[in-house]
């Protein structure tokens, strides 16, 4: 019983603040939430990435490994990805990102802070920072069909990866006015993050449900069976095992359908929306499961 109770302790308030963004989305289908995601980009997830590296003891090495994990996660799922996107004889371009590139930052953040504490915080803002590192880069790179490093030095998480790094590298503690700043800026974030990911939700619409239905179970199936792959592979137990299990079983990334619409052509974002739209409403019958079974045997 009290499995389960920690459960709802986790999901309850990330759901509830989705839902609550789905309602003020329904109510108001006008509401930018631009602001949000320039805040998110440019200083929440920063903030995130600096207090959570710094703040919960965790090891360089620990970053430098699961930086591995999620390289060979995404070029796994890329050659997967490929295969399923030839078979439905689609654009294996431009439809790749939401294949491969899971929700971590806007679901995965806060379930995996609720579930495992600073540490599983940290860890997963690792994996964001490597996911963000992907959509400013090969996400831009595919649906553009243009290599441009100009997003990808814009990217202000990158800059702020790279001094947590160095704090956490040579063991230099944060003074106490920057932990208590990015504290304040990083929990104030989660909570637009998931606003905005309701938000999003009420507005976009599929269009092929059959289509996205194939990409959404790819996603949301195979994605949590390879990251239960890599705990048993590469041996990981504890929060290292849970977080990456979560990780791995987020649906696809909004991101992927913001950058689809700045790049690619209407057909192709209309498949993208599809695809977040039903592989997150359906994650929230996936996620509670991988969870369960994440706080079960990794707790």
């Not at 956490?168 to 208590?180: L, Q, S, T």
């Not at 599809?274 to 994440?294: A, M």
């Amino acid at each position: 019983m009290h499995l389960y109770i920690k459960l709802f302790e986790v999901l309850f308030p990330v759901f509830l603040v989705i839902g609550i963004g789905y309602w003020y989305g329904k109510k108001d289908p006008k509401f930018d939430t631009k602001f949000i995601t320039t805040f998110a980009g440019n200083i929440g997830l920063p903030c995130i990435i600096f207090y959570s590296l710094t703040t919960s003891n965790v090891d360089f090495s620990v970053f430098l490994r699961f930086l591995y994990y999620i390289f060979l996660y995404v070029g796994l799922f890329a050659i997967l990805g490929i295969l399923v996107l030839k078979i439905l004889n689609k654009d294996i371009y431009r439809l790749l990102p939401p294949l491969i590139l899971p929700n971590t930052g806007n679901m995965g953040i806060p379930i995996c802070l609720f579930a495992y504490g600073k540490m599983g915080l940290a860890i997963a803002a690792a994996i964001t920072s490597v996911i963000m590192v992907f959509h400013f880069s090969l996400n831009i790179l595919l649906a553009s069909r243009k290599l441009s490093f100009r997003p990808l030095i814009n990217c202000v998480s990158i800059y702020a990866l790279i001094i947590s790094l160095f704090f956490v590298y040579f063991e230099i503690p944060a003074p106490n006015f920057i932990e208590n700043a990015t504290f304040l800026i990083s929990y104030s974030t989660i909570f637009l993050v998931l606003m905005s990911l309701g938000i999003a939700l009420s507005n976009l619409k599929i269009f092929s449900f059959k289509e996205s239905l194939i990409y959404t179970f790819t996603r949301i199936i195979i994605g949590p069976l390879i990251g239960f792959g890599f705990v048993k592979f590469f041996n990981l137990s504890g929060v290292e095992a849970g977080v990456i299990l979560i990780q791995t079983s987020m649906p696809s990334a909004v991101l992927t359908y913001l950058i689809g619409k700045m790049y690619s052509p209407k057909s192709i974002t209309n498949d993208i929306a599809g695809t977040v739209v039903l592989s997150t409403f359906l994650s929230f019958i996936t996620v509670p499961i991988v969870v369960l079974f994440s706080l079960k045997y990794f707790g």
